[in-house]
């Protein structure tokens, strides 16, 4: 990098490199979507997701951006064509922008279908209009909760209002916005609807998700547990569902609310997974990949990344990694298990 700009070389910067894909795991299922996580720092403290007092990797364990983005472009030469950018919070990564601008070419070239990220849009009004520019159309916000009382006590360190400036820059930029609601159960279970009319008045989809044992949190996982099946009941009562095939390359199944006009998706790992038609792969800053969220099993590409200047070492890593993908995760909540079904935090592997 130089003064805080990726410097690409120059057969990548044109988007020549050879195309190896695609990549098909041992069940049959092409993996072509990508999710990285760019930092596993947060400026929330969600209480799902995170201990208050977390402990974060040392930075010289972190993927460089240049080392990012050379690893990006070696799954999109592998086949990947829709890019996620995650964190902990990837817009509070420093110069995050230079990734996200040099990952473009991608979609200059049409190696790439898309690029997006998830963020919790503590930094959105700083950085819509840029994102745009740099090919971005399309976005998830994680929001549990329209009470700003409420929202800073599920995100500890949050500010609603920021959050909704972000929201507003984001949408006058031109960008697409996805509301992620992890339901949580005595907590934000009666604010769905609120939330589902919010985001249909505004022209944005919402997602509903199930919240997942990742990591040891303060609190305990069964006493937030919401199954999204007796959450889609409730709304039968009180709204026409109709199932429709509609699909973002995520694991959402989707419906559309008649009374509304909108979308709203439900992810549920849970009640029933979604392991079947699974096409994903996740790769921790620290260039760790996980072929399931839900498993242990990871494979080391940060040491064959930097091992070589070329990309021998990190295909054949990125090949017998594809080769170990299982067919379905092991998620449980249960209170007779005291810890978690996964160890790392969902801020370490990107969501």
Known sequence: MTDGKIV?????????AESHGPMIDPFGRAVTYLRVSVTDRCDFRCVYCMAEDMTFLPKREVLSLEELDRLCTAFIEKGVRKLRLTGGEPLVRKNIM????SLGRHLDSGALEEL????NGSQLARYAQELYDCGVRRINVSIDTLDPQKFKAVTRWGDLGKVMDGIRAATAAGLQIKINMVALKDVNEHEIVTMLEWCHEHGHDLTLIETMPLGEIDGDRTDQYLPLSTVRARL????????????????????TIEETGGRLGFITPMTHNFCESCNRVRVTCTGQLYMCLGQEDMSDLRAPLRASEGNDLLNDAIDEAIGRKPKGHDFVIDRNRNQPAVSRHMSVTGG
């Open 8 to 16: 690409v070389p120059a057969q990548a910067a044109i988007g020549t």
């Open 98 to 101: 230079s990734l996200i601008r």
């Open 116 to 119: 997006t990220l998830t963020t």
């Open 236 to 255: 039968g009562e009180q709204f026409t569902l109709t199932d429709i095939p509609y699909k973002t390359g995520g694991p959402a199944r989707y419906v």
